[in-house]
């Protein structure tokens, strides 16, 4: 992958046709639409992409697989009686299972962490382990197999909560709070208590956890190969019916619904590209493939051996098919270098496939072109939307008049703040960009009070006191409203957000007029 083109677009209808011509010209400018293969897009862009297909009939435009992924993780985790896809009839759904359980997990973790006596007391027990435990994990908004993380987190440190809650100094400070504060571990007690929480933590990191693997594998620093990620979608797909069967709190029917929107998500993404780069991979050309698998191939080489004006591959279809077969037949044999001691022995297998196709693939020069080109593909977009979703983020609403400047310039103070706070809570290996969201802030520092008759009337007062507005704990459900909907918001006329008012603009400075809250009561 390499940058080649970014343009300012202002002021132009972003349509299917508007993004067509400008990938093709990117294509042309940067040596041509021979040199292309596939195309990696967010789903936005798919209404481009038969465009793009009808005029560079040899490439592929694909939605990057982690998304339909992600989103399938997304599906799972709501509690609405149907889904919707876009370009699919709604899905029976009705399984608020896995929805419930993420939300009664969140709650847990998001008391200890709204208030700083709490958090002390869980971080002093986690000191004390010596690296067994160590802090919490949230989800974050832009990747929605982080509630797995969070839920896996939360199951390894679920012995320091226990003990949170029964030691004598956290009971002491909760017999001194108000009434709202006592009312919420009460809850967190009635969750962690349940005799069957345990076992729905369980469950859900079972029947999503490979799921959310899949997207951490798309999204990983280095990214994934398209076959690679195939074999992964395969086996996943193959368990959800096969490995999930004994799963408590999982029954069939549940368990069909499960594996026809993963199916669905599937069918969204999957092309014959995809077919064809795992049936070429090294380490599962030698595997059995059924009859569809063998046609998507067959198509896919019929696809890249079309000429049409601009694009000549210099050999046709018969002569590929031709040396596919030469080629399957002596790997079935074990002829030459195709053994277990040399082709595919462990050392040869941990190369990239393009480069093994580079060693073993000389005797069809045909073949070890696509090889080549397929093995070559790799997946992994995460780094550059994470960067979109900050600026999309600094400049939304009412500060749409920021300038391309500033704007860059605070996304890199964001990410270098953020990353200075969160990286001791991170894995020691090299996290997934969007890791560093999932890292849960502190909360504000607790008012210290003077004297013991002045922290006796306080505690007094607070038992009647509404619940403080700046309370980091607000309502943990509706944190899961961003995960909703799978349609688009509709877009806000520029410089100002939906249903807000138009802002005010000193003519003298060219900027948003600061707004000033009125306060509540």
Request: proline letters at 4%; a negative charge; glycine letters at 6%.
């Amino acid at each position: 992958m390499r940058h080649i083109k970014a343009m300012d677009a202002s002021g132009n209808t972003k349509d299917a046709n508007y993004q067509a011509e400008f990938v093709l010209d990117c294509m042309d400018e940067s040596g041509g639409s021979h040199l292309y293969t596939v195309l990696f897009f967010d789903g936005a862009c798919k209404a481009s992409f038969p465009i793009i297909e009808a005029k560079a009939k040899h490439i592929t435009c694909l939605i990057d697989c982690s998304h339909s992924i992600d989103r399938f993780v997304g599906n799972v985790c709501s509690n609405k009686p149907k889904i919707t896809i876009k370009g699919e009839d709604p899905l029976d759904w009705d399984v608020p299972y896995f929805h419930d359980t993420a939300v009664d997990v969140w709650y847990v973790i998001k008391a200890i962490y709204a208030q700083e006596r709490p958090l002390y007391l869980y971080r002093e027990i986690v000191k004390r382990s010596n690296g067994k435990y160590n802090e919490m994990r949230k989800f974050c908004v832009t990747r929605y197999c982080s509630q797995v993380f969070m839920m896996a987190r939360y199951k390894k440190n679920f012995p320091v909560v226990q003990e949170l809650l029964s030691s004598v100094a956290f009971k002491d400070w909760l017999g001194k709070q108000n009434k709202y504060i006592k009312a919420r571990f009460e809850r967190v007690a009635r969750i962690v208590n349940a005799q069957d929480h345990q076992e729905r933590v369980d469950t859900f990191i079972q029947v999503l956890g490979k799921a959310a693997e899949l997207v951490r594998l798309c999204d990983g620093m280095k990214g994934v190969y398209l076959g690679t990620l195939y074999e992964a979608v395969l086996s996943y797909e193959n368990s959800i019916m096969d490995d999930l069967k004994e799963i408590k709190g999982l029954d069939d029917e549940q368990r069909t619904r499960l594996h026809s929107l993963f199916c669905i998500r599937w069918k969204y993404f999957h092309k014959d590209v995809c077919t064809a780069a795992f049936m070429l991979h090294p380490a599962y050309l030698r595997e059995e493939f059924d009859d569809e698998q063998r046609k998507e191939l067959k198509r896919y080489f019929k696809q890249v051996t079309t000429t049409y004006d601009g694009y000549d591959p210099g050999f046709t279809y018969l002569d590929l098919k031709g040396e596919y077969t030469s080629f399957m037949n002596d790997v079935t044999a074990q002829r030459d270098d195709f053994t277990e001691d040399v082709a595919f022995s462990t050392k040869a297998l941990d190369k990239a496939p393009y480069e093994w196709w580079q060693m073993f693939g000389d005797d069809y020069p045909l073949l070890q072109k696509v090889g080549i080109k397929l093995g070559a593909c790799q997946i992994g977009s995460s780094k550059a939307e994470t960067d979109w979703s900050i600026r999309k983020w600094m400049s939304a609403g009412r500060y749409a008049a920021r300038g391309v400047k500033l704007v860059n310039a605070m996304t890199r103070l964001y990410h270098n703040l953020v990353l200075e706070n969160v990286l001791a809570q991170l894995e020691t290996d090299a996290p997934c960009v969007w890791d560093v969201d999932c890292a849960i802030p502190d909360p504000p520092k607790e008012t210290q009070r003077a004297t013991e008759g002045e922290a006796t009337a306080d505690v007094q007062r607070g038992q009647d006191e509404e619940e403080d507005d700046d309370d980091l704990f607000g309502d943990p459900a509706k944190d899961f409203d961003a995960y909703e909907s799978d349609e688009e918001p509709v877009a806000a006329p520029p410089g100002r957000a939906r249903e807000e008012e138009e802002e005010q603009v000193e003519e003298e400075e060219g900027r948003p007029r600061r707004r000033v809250r009125p306060r509540l009561g």
